[in-house]
């Protein structure tokens, strides 16, 4: 059974402090994603990677970082979170590059920045 | 801009078959998916359209009109468990995924 996992369901965080949000997969796929999903809004990308050591810049990347150490590990970080940052994380992977790759989801991490 | 329309609640009743539309501006068009996501967990994949027409898959249809921007996902003999959000995207000319907001589907006995 293929599986994304991500490190917490729930996260709480105080405004300024350093977050680390983990998502590893199983299914040897090479791209990873990041998401975060609000209410009301689509599903928006932050950062993506398509191979080890190698991430893309999403449509809001701004006060995000990533990292891709391993190809089953995809990291994002929060540098100083915000309360603007108050969302549900969602973590994908998918194989295949340019053409039909569906994409399979993590169960998501809410974080509540304070 | 890219823009990707989808009703934001929807009711029905068990038994009984639903609609749920989904028309999309985007910068090229590479496909269609359709994932359902049950609240509070992950979106799961249901369907892919690259081609105009009709796909199904057991209880679940969806159609894709190109010229027209427009799909729709067709859910028959609605059970309870088909409660959830369905998520409509479009992967544009970058190969990139554009979501919609979501249709959240309420089913009544």
């Given at each position: 059974d293929v599986k994304v996992t991500q490190s917490s369901r729930y996260l709480v965080k105080r405004t300024g402090e350093k977050v680390f949000l983990e998502c590893v997969q199983d299914?040897?796929?090479e791209n990873m994603f990041w998401y975060r999903q609000d209410p009301g809004l689509g599903l928006r990308l932050i950062y993506f990677s398509y191979d080890v050591k190698m991430k893309e810049k999403g449509d809001i990347p701004e006060g995000y970082s990533v990292s891709r150490e391993k190809k089953e590990r995809f990291s994002l970080i929060l540098e100083s979170a915000s309360t603007n940052q108050t969302s549900m994380y969602l973590c994908a992977s998918s194989s295949g590059w340019r053409d039909y790759n569906e994409q399979f989801f993590g169960p998501g991490t809410r974080l509540t920045v304070l | 801009g890219q823009n990707i329309d989808q009703p934001t609640e929807m009711t029905a009743t068990e038994g009984a078959i639903v609609q749920i539309n989904c028309t999309y501006q985007t910068s090229g068009f590479n496909g269609l998916f359709w994932y359902q996501q049950h609240a509070g967990e992950a979106p799961t994949f249901l369907s892919y359209n690259v081609l105009d027409g009709l796909e199904e898959k057991g209880r679940f249809s969806s159609f894709l009109s190109r010229s027209k921007g427009y799909s729709y996902l067709l859910l028959k003999?609605?059970?309870?468990?088909?409660?959830a959000s369905y998520l409509c995207a479009v992967m544009d000319s970058n190969y990139q995924l554009i979501w919609g907001a979501g249709t959240k589907l309420i089913i009544k006995p």
């Open positions: 299914m040897d796929h | 003999e609605l059970q309870m468990k088909d409660s």
